[in-house]
């Protein structure tokens, strides 16, 4: 089993940036599809951003040109980065692994941007 944790939220000003991080356990996680997702306030949890085994990355319309997923399979880290954050960012942010039809969620992390 995979356990998932993010970090890196916090509070930012319009236009500003910030680098989530997300950690999953495990031997295996070359093997992984790896998302970001994002849920704010009344508002089901819509995906971010995605990054295949090879690497290969998809972004959600609101976020193109914005944010940029990467992944180190040494360090079993994917990282999103985000810039020019606005405040319809705000939301806490969730990291998914995801193989085999199973899915496994970290706990979140709070980004908040301030206009």
């Known amino acids: 089993q995979v356990q998932v944790v993010e970090s890196g939220g916090g509070l930012v000003q319009a236009g500003g940036s910030l680098r989530l991080s997300c950690v999953a356990s495990?031997?295996?996680?070359?093997?992984?599809?790896m998302s970001w997702h994002r849920q704010a306030p009344g508002k089901q949890r819509e995906l971010v951003a995605t990054i295949t085994l090879d690497r290969s990355t998809s972004y959600a319309d609101s976020v193109k040109g914005r944010f940029t997923i990467s992944r180190d399979n040494a360090k079993k880290t994917v990282y999103l980065q985000m810039n020019n954050l606005q405040a319809e960012d705000t939301a806490v942010y969730y990291c998914?692994?995801?193989?085999?039809?199973?899915?496994?969620w970290g706990q979140g992390t709070q980004v908040t941007v301030s206009s």
């Open positions: 495990g031997n295996i996680f070359s093997m992984y599809i």
């Open positions: 998914r692994a995801f193989r085999n039809q199973f899915a496994h």
